[in-house]
């Protein structure tokens, strides 16, 4: 059977897209979306209620695409709200979270007429199956997840209600894993999970996040170890002292801070002000000077005054950040803030993104021209561009970086002297004992 998979959302749904794909890819062959398929899997993402409405735009592709392909969708927005997604025309099959073997029964299964579903109730779950993989699929970098789920309560946010309460994989499975993925040649492993700094304190014995990247750093297994979003409470001295320790933690963190304006933190349920997050990140450009830092930033959230966005532009521009991810606040049912008072109009939410993307945009240039004339070690990546033919890598501290195809093979870290900057690239020379030999390089998100 040909089967395509299409992926919504963050690195933990694209882990499971890779895991249904590695237990499916034994008995069947893979095309891309747009290609014609006799069964369709598509993961869903519900941060939003545009991330529902793709969800549903992908299923009437698929469906013109082939219309008597079987389609199963799966996913946050199967999980949240499986009897809205089975009244999609064309949706044959709706299979929540963590019931792999439901998913892969569907798949093999003839449609009845009627949607298919299988949900559980993610309230009452209390571990995190340990699906594991060894391949994914269009990576070079490995995906883990360690994490499932939680605890907060942030009013914009459905992501507690669709993964439920926040669990960790045990130590034990976690470097199992972390075995797997570096006997199938995996050079970087990123860790992820929903609430990633909360990892550890549900299990027996305690743990948390620090102990789990000391004992992967210290096996030895792997070269470079990756950790994806952070809670700003929940970035301690210790995990700071051991990144700028060992050379196999990547100097890459990724804090969200959301907005820089107290009074908007407060209405988000946040657990922290804007001093505590200029505090932190003060201690940990102290510890990590030459660190790529990152942050989530949310624009609009209701209540926003303009007079509050102009405090929040000034705030970001004075912190030590190397790139934001910036996102106009967007609606979702079945989240406190969308009663909240006071929404702020789509055309200034979306004026307000492109002057906060401005200043991020800024502050990435800085930060890459700060390395000129400096050598820095890139994994090259399998992908290749289709319009400038490049091959991309990423620094250690997430600088990304573009390749010439033929410049090098993919899962392999080369140096590269970075030499220039022109038109948002930097330029440079891989350097090799026989030649150097001409590359570009870029810092981008």
């Known amino acids: 059977m040909r089967i395509a998979i299409t992926t919504l959302g963050c690195k933990i749904n694209q882990y499971d897209s890779a895991v249904i794909q590695s237990r499916l890819e034994k008995k069947h062959a893979f095309v891309g979306f747009d290609e014609v398929a006799e069964c369709y899997v598509i993961n869903t993402c519900t941060v939003t209620d545009r991330a529902d409405w793709e969800a549903r735009q992908l299923v009437r592709r698929a469906k013109r695409r082939n219309p008597s392909a079987k389609v199963l969708v799966t996913g946050c927005y199967a999980q949240v709200n499986s009897p809205e997604v ?15 073997d439901d998913l892969l029964r569907f798949v093999e299964s003839v449609p009845t ?49 669709a993964r439920g309460l926040s669990r960790s994989v045990t130590p034990s499975e976690v470097m199992e894993q972390v075995r797997r ?13 929903i609430h990633l700094g909360g990892y550890g304190q549900d299990l027996s014995p305690k743990t948390d996040l620090a102990a789990l990247v000391e004992m992967i750093a210290d096996n030895g297994l792997i070269s470079r170890l990756r950790l994806s979003s952070l809670d700003p409470r929940e970035v301690p001295d210790r995990l700071l002292d051991l990144i700028a320790a060992a050379k196999t933690i990547c100097p890459h963190l990724h804090i969200c801070a959301q907005a820089g304006d107290s009074e908007i933190l407060k209405q988000m349920r946040r657990n922290y002000d804007t001093a505590y997050y200029r505090d932190l990140l003060a201690r940990v450009r102290t510890r990590l000077p030459e660190a790529a830092l990152g942050s989530d930033i949310i624009v609009g959230f209701p209540g926003e005054s303009d007079a509050q966005f102009e405090n929040s532009l000034e705030y970001f521009n004075s912190l030590p950040l190397t790139y934001f991810h910036v996102f106009p606040y967007s609606s979702r049912r079945g989240t406190a803030a969308v009663s909240l008072a006071n929404h702020v109009a789509g055309p200034v939410k979306k004026a307000r993104a492109q002057r906060m993307r ?54 392999r870290e080369v140096d590269v002297e970075l030499n220039g900057w022109r038109e948002g690239w930097l330029t440079g020379v891989i350097c090799r004992r026989d030649a150097d030999l001409p590359v570009l390089a870029a810092f981008s998100q």
């Open 86 to 100: 089975a009244e999609v025309p064309g949706v044959d099959f709706v299979v929540g979270l963590n019931r792999l």
């Open 358 to 411: 401005a200043l991020g945009a800024r502050k990435k240039s800085e930060f890459c021209s700060s390395f000129l004339g400096r050598r820095v070690s890139v994994l090259v990546e399998e992908r290749v561009d289709g319009a400038s033919g490049f091959r991309r890598g990423f620094s250690r501290n997430y600088l990304p970086v573009i390749l010439p195809a033929g410049a090098d093979s993919p899962n």
């Open 181 to 193: 993925l570096a006997g199938a040649g995996y050079k970087e492993i990123v860790l992820t999970g």
């Open 113 to 161: 007429g009627a949607p298919q579903i299988a949900v559980s109730d993610v309230k009452r779950e209390r571990g995190v199956p340990v699906l594991g993989t060894s391949a994914l699929p269009g990576h070079t970098r490995a995906f883990l997840k360690i994490q499932e789920g939680c605890n907060y309560s942030c009013t914009y946010c459905i992501i507690p209600t």
